[in-house]
């Protein structure tokens, strides 16, 4: 069966620092990736998506960035943290159109 | 340009009552239509979809959802709320062509009250 992997479950960081988040994929091949943010426990805003190796979608320009440097893993970045970063962070994963998406369990960031 | 409407920000109801949890999408074409429930500090988790066929969806811990294409409506019904059920609900859609990310609504924040 699927499983989804997303670490770490929660981070404080320092303004200014950097920051991986990394979220990994077993039981499947080539999934869709995607980086979601919540913010204040409502609604989702959508981040980045990957259809593949290398291939990154951007949905807002953001202090962030992705990269997935293999089939079943992805990786949320930033060089240099702002307080509004901070929020709960969703990888997820889907496979044919027909399917939604599974999701892992979060990573809570809070920038101080 | 697809979009999901949760009109409410908040639901209340009495534990063993019915209730509903209202979606309204916008999309240009067949649409995938899902619900998903989210428990604090947790991930999404799936309840329900439609793709294609009867309109009325069962899923999981009792839920259902009925498609009305003439009102582009998607509502999360359960006849009966327990205690448990209370958590923030997403109503999401996708076009059935193409490889586009869900679009997902703000979320209902559900209370069912003892």
């Keep these: 069966s699927q499983t989804i992997h997303q670490w770490p479950a929660t ?5 200014g620092s950097p920051l991986s988040l990394e979220c990994t994929v077993e039981g499947t091949s080539n999934p869709n990736l995607y980086w979601y943010r919540q913010a204040a426990g409502r609604g ?18 953001q202090n962030l960035s992705a990269s997935r440097p293999q089939d079943r893993q992805f990786i949320l970045s930033s060089k240099k943290l702002l307080l509004s970063d901070s929020g709960f962070y969703l990888c997820a ?14 990573t809570r960031l809070t920038v101080v | 340009a697809q979009s999901v409407a949760q009109p409410e920000d908040q639901v209340n109801v009495a534990e063993g ?13 067949n649409p995938y239509l899902f619900w998903y429930v989210q428990y604090p500090n947790r991930g999404l988790q799936f309840l329900l979809k439609y793709i294609t066929g009867d309109n009325l969806v069962k899923g999981s811990y009792g839920f ?14 359960k006849p009966s709320a327990l205690v448990s059920d209370s958590a923030l609900y997403f109503c999401a859609v996708r076009l059935h062509s ?17």
């Design chain 1, 11 to 15: 981070l404080v960081q320092p303004v």
């Design chain 1, 44 to 61: 989702l805003q959508l981040l980045f998506y990957s259809v593949g190796i290398g291939q990154i979608s951007s949905e807002v320009p």
């Design chain 2, 64 to 77: 259902e959802a009925e498609f009305n294409k003439s009102q582009t409506s998607f509502h999360l019904k």
């Design chain 2, 17 to 29: 009552n019915p209730l509903t949890v209202k979606c309204t999408y916008s999309v240009s074409g």
């Design chain 1, 93 to 106: 994963w889907s496979g044919q159109a027909n399917y939604g998406y599974t999701f892992g369990s979060g």
């Design chain 2, 98 to 114: 193409g490889n586009t990310p869900l679009v997902f609504g703000k979320g209902t924040r559900l209370s069912v009250i003892a």
